[in-house]
């Protein structure tokens, strides 16, 4: 069985050559017959892999423990559909499954396409399959999903690790490398067009669907790992800028700002270079995320492990393939140099410049500072830490700016808007943000980058039921219907733009929820049956400890009723459960009661089962439902840009794109149905934490170093139900607070202990350029992007008028039939 | 797949049905070898049978073509553009005009900008659409000419030219093609060579071919 594996890899690998080979020999001497074979060759890796999947996935259901992946991953207690996707539970089968979803993703772009770029198909092929030789040769030589165990076969395995025993972490990582591994397949694209020379739209129009397809996947993927933070780990937040989490994060900055400049080249034709460099860019981060995730150059909670020789074989691989890349870029330069003009600055084509500058800019601060203690360590020798505190901080402003520029954008006319043009456009969304703006302060809101949060939104939204309502009513006066049916021809005809909008207003839902961040609540308590913590408008009385078990695990339930103004409004039983063979890693069953303005949130972290007391940490996080719908929303929004040409004609569509939809939403579907809310529906005495404290907590990393520590400031970390490293340097703090100490005292006294890692926000002239270095950085950016943009306003507009050569009155008439006919 | 690339015409068996019917069986004998098992290893099993199955039939589909004894086909590979893809062309630049016409309705482009953005979006059209029309017309008449070459010669393969194509021809309004068709291969009545229709002395042996039968 074992070997039977390891020998698919390995033909998997040479398969992968021969494709390669074949495919580059047959596009370099115009055969057929090679191409094809090249062709058929890249097929036969993916049935490769899919009996490969096959053997290991049989392994685990069989519970063969002579393999160590499946003794580590897999136990035979364990339900089968955790056996099953304890396939990617690890590294080695994780990277198995990424060449699997490659091969099928490759296979159907090259099935799809196979017509229509027939010059592009063989470096396609070559691209990709040597994506997946990299991929397999690092399995073969150094993480061979198939290894067994030389002497003693175990007779049983170790399970898998509790915490990923639920719904959100069997479908969390698929989803990421759906993202991550569509994200080659544009990558592919674009290389072939570089190196065949075809440099016009046409790979743009075959990567769009796929790109969108990578993006949905690569969000939904990231909303879903926020959902399991939120849910299962039990600390009361979804994202704590944790480095794995801010590798997903980057190639969705760049894929986003591509999406958006591709739509520049198909208007106007500008920008290619950029295109293209933003496509390998977006590859190149997919690699780098992997390459962090599993190298253990930064301390994460999702790292691996560290593993120099896998580090070493990314970075070799990374380079060349940069080198690779961007060498035919300057080698294509003289033809991907075409004639650009920018008419004005107030133009859809100089906010789409911002939309990608912006993007940009946020991709290269997240990726500055999370390398920037590796970076510090290399040149002080110190090692700090750069923490969720800093990271909150210095994004808000260019989120604030994201968020405005997703309304100004569609208000600007392509080439150049005109004052009266601007006043007509500008009105109605503005006076939607001041009334916003008006109301938040009106009701006491008074921190500012949340009020500006909502006034911005107000804009957004503003700006987005304007666009609805008058192409509505521009398309009921050309087709002489009424609004509804307007409005649904209004989104048929125009799908991605539309769509586009809907997921616009995802985005603003998304905001909203992150500025509900703002006003959270927080509250600990020691309670004894019959005792009662207060926070907010809510009181929570604690009754009772119940301790179960069910053959698998022990659980031990606070039952508890929550009560506002004396009426009771739900009961809420936060448990902790000891899974067997883990009962050192017990994991957090989370209690929440949601609603749309805010989330009840309680947390059992400690419990004394013979007093019956429970200690509980509870949170009210308003606006965090926002959050979710707004992933929903996105899906949705997302689903309809991607809908073939043809759909809401009630006609069928061509099948390969309507077969390609239906897959992507039928797959959302079973992803995202059985997601509704999982969490527990349904527990002091006193810890009444003064704001100082709240505020020292934020900003003092945790540094108890356990395993799986991932240095998070004490009050925040994702590990804290289960890990009391903490305890310690609360102590500490509680007792620096007694002495009364000021914040800047205890803060010194801290890094005279632990050194300077201890500090979320890093202090000190070198380390200020954590921000300094990314703002100045963009501000550089933004420079660059004036002085070009000027320079191509005053060159004169070459060829312009040259492409209207008079018409055929013949040919006119029949192209004006052929487009009425369209509508 | 295969049928693609297959030259002489199989009534019978292709080689990925072979190669499925081998998975069916294959998997009944091991399901059946394993019925001792649990129900989702045996389903497993009929995968993994399944997926060697397929991977035989993307190894045909990868050593075939070598063996196939297929001229080169450079001009259709570097040229690239097939019919079917300038027809997608077309249709994509004519949602862009419509689309610009709507951003003019909403105001997004001036009366201007659009004049010149969709004067050049149709010129683009137009030219497309010349080419597809010349591209049909040459074709036509490279097959009429074929058609009517073999169709004289080709008495000896016993086949007549039966090509609906040819025949469509015929109605079509092409002045140049009734022309063409209307005049049928000259042989030589003295060397019995087959000679160019407008051809006045035969190219083999000079006679004139004036005077016919």
Not at chain 1, 372 to 379: G, N
Not at chain 1, 479 to 486: N, Q, S
């Amino acid at each position: 069985m074992s070997s039977l594996g390891y020998y698919l890899l390995l033909a998997a690998f040479v398969v992968g050559a021969y494709a390669t080979a074949m495919s580059v020999a047959g596009a370099r001497r115009r055969s057929r017959p090679l191409i094809e074979s090249g062709i058929g060759a890249f097929y036969l890796l993916a049935a490769i892999m899919t009996a490969a999947s096959s053997v290991i996935v049989y392994a685990f259901l069989t519970g063969d423990y002579s393999i160590r992946y499946v003794q580590r991953y897999s136990d035979s207690a364990q339900p089968l559909f955790y056996k099953l996707t304890s396939y990617w539970g690890g590294l080695d089968g994780s990277i198995m499954f990424w060449v699997f979803l490659l091969s099928l993703f490759g296979s159907a772009a090259i099935y799809i396409n196979r017509e229509r770029h027939r010059e592009l198909i063989p470096y396609i092929v070559a691209i990709i399959s040597t994506v997946e030789m990299f991929f397999l040769l690092l399995m073969i030589v150094h993480n061979n999903p198939f290894e067994t165990y030389l002497t003693e076969n175990p007779t049983d395995g170790a399970g898998l690790n509790p915490l990923l025993q639920n719904f959100y972490m069997v479908i969390h990582p698929p989803t990421m490398y759906l993202g991550f591994v569509g994200l080659t397949i544009p990558y592919a694209f674009g290389m072939a067009a570089l190196i065949t020379g075809y440099l016009d739209d046409s790979w743009l129009r075959a990567v769009r669907r796929w790109t969108m397809v990578a993006w949905l996947f690569l969000s939904i993927g990231l909303g879903l790992g926020m959902i399991w933070a939120y849910e299962e780990l039990g600390w009361g937040g979804y994202w704590m800028w944790d480095p794995v989490e801010n590798a997903g994060l980057l190639p969705w900055f760049t894929a986003t700002a591509f999406l958006h400049s591709v739509m520049v080249q198909e208007r106007r034709g500008m920008l290619r270079m950029w295109n293209v460099s933003l496509v390998i860019l977006t590859f190149f981060l997919t690699l780098f995320g992997t390459f962090m995730t599993r190298s253990g150059i930064v301390q994460s909670v999702h790292s691996f492990g560290q593993d120099p020789v896998l580090s070493r074989m990314f970075t070799i691989f990374m380079v060349s393939m940069l080198i690779f890349s961007f060498g035919f870029v300057i080698y294509r330069m003289p033809l991907l140099r075409a004639r650009n003009e920018l008419d004005s600055w107030l133009s859809r084509e100089a906010a789409f410049l911002f939309n990608n500058w912006i993007l940009l800019f946020c991709a290269g601060f997240v990726l500055f500072a999370t390398m920037f203690p590796t970076l510090s360590e290399a040149v002080t020798g110190e090692r700090i830490t750069v923490g969720p505190p800093f990271f909150n901080q210095w994004m808000i402003p260019i989120g604030l700016a994201m968020l405005v520029l997703t309304g100004i954008g569609p208000l600007l006319a392509w080439r150049k808007s005109t004052l009266i043009n601007l006043r007509d456009q500008f009105v109605f969304p503005i006076l939607c943000g001041l009334l916003v703006g008006g109301t938040t302060v009106a009701l006491g809101v008074r921190i500012w980058s949340s009020g500006l949060c909502f006034a911005f939104s107000g804009f957004v939204i503003g700006t987005i039921t304007q666009e609805f309502w008058r192409g509505a009513r521009v398309r009921q006066h050309t087709t002489g219907t009424d609004l509804l049916t307007a409005l649904i021809g209004l989104v048929g005809r125009n799908k991605r733009r539309y769509g586009g909008y809907i997921i616009h207003v995802a985005i603003v839902l998304l905001f909203l929820g992150f500025a509900g961040s703002g006003f959270k609540l927080e509250e600990s308590a020691l309670l004894t049956p019959g005792q009662e913590a207060r926070i907010g408008s809510y009181v929570i009385r604690h009754n009772s400890l119940s301790v179960t078990d069910d053959g698998r695990k022990q659980m031990i339930t606070a039952d508890m009723t929550v009560l506002r103004d004396g009426v009771e409004l739900t009961k809420m039983y936060p448990a902790r459960w000891f899974f067997r063979k883990h009962e050192d890693q017990p994991t957090t069953e989370v209690a929440i009661r949601r609603t749309f303005a805010e989330d009840l949130y309680i947390v059992m972290p400690q419990f004394d089962a013979s007093q019956q007391s429970a200690n509980v940490e509870i949170t009210v996080n308003p606006l965090v439902n926002w959050v979710w719908l707004g992933f929903g929303l996105l899906a949705f929004g997302t689903l309809i840009a991607l809908l073939p040409e043809t759909a809401f004609a009630f006609a069928v569509g061509r099948v390969p794109d309507a077969a390609k939809t239906a897959t992507a939403s039928l797959l959302l579907l079973a992803i995202t149905l059985p997601a509704a809310v999982q969490a527990q529906d349904g527990a002091p005495g006193r810890t009444n934490k003064t704001v100082m404290q709240r505020d020292i907590e934020g900003k003092v990393i945790c540094m108890c170093g356990s395993v799986g520590c991932v240095r998070s400031p004490l009050n925040n970390c994702p590990m804290r139900p289960a890990c009391h490293g903490y305890d310690a340097q609360t102590a500490q703090l509680q007792k620096f607070l007694n002495e009364g100490k000021g914040q800047d005292d205890i803060l010194t006294a801290f890094v005279k202990e632990y050194g300077t890692a201890v500090l979320a926000i890093p202090q000190g002239r070198f380390n200020s350029l954590s921000w300094v270095l990314p703002y100045g950085l963009a501000g550089l950016g933004l420079l660059l992007l004036v002085a070009t943009a000027r320079r191509w306003s005053t060159q004169p507009s070459v060829g312009a008028a040259g492409g209207v050569d008079t018409l055929d009155p013949a040919l006119d008439a029949r192209l004006d039939d052929e487009l009425r006919d369209l509508d | 797949m295969s049928s693609e690339t297959s030259t002489e015409s199989q009534p019978s068996f292709e080689p990925w049905q072979l190669f499925t019917l081998a998975g069916l069986i294959g998997a009944t004998i091991a399901v059946f070898m394993a019925r001792g098992e649990s129900p989702a290893a045996v389903i497993m099993i009929s995968i993994t049978i399944f997926a060697a199955a397929g991977v035989g039939i993307a190894a045909l589909r990868t050593f075939l073509p070598l063996t196939q004894k297929t001229p080169s086909d450079g001009a259709r590979i570097v040229g690239g553009r097939t019919r079917a893809a300038l027809e997608r062309e077309k249709t994509l630049l004519l949602r862009s005009i419509k689309e610009l016409e709507f951003d003019r309705a909403m105001g997004k482009v001036s009366e201007k900008d659009f004049v010149e953005m969709s004067g050049r979006l149709r010129a683009r059209a137009a030219r497309l659409m010349r080419q597809l029309d010349a591209g049909a017309g040459y074709r036509n008449e490279i097959e009429r000419e074929i058609a009517k070459r073999i169709g004289d010669v080709g008495v000896i393969a016993g086949s007549t030219k039966q090509d609906p194509a040819y025949a469509a021809e015929r109605q079509s309004p092409d002045d140049v093609g009734r022309v063409l068709l209307s005049r049928p291969a000259t042989t030589c009545a003295s060397c019995n060579t087959s000679n160019d229709p407008d051809a006045r002395f035969c190219k083999h042996c000079g006679h004139s071919l004036e005077a016919r039968p």
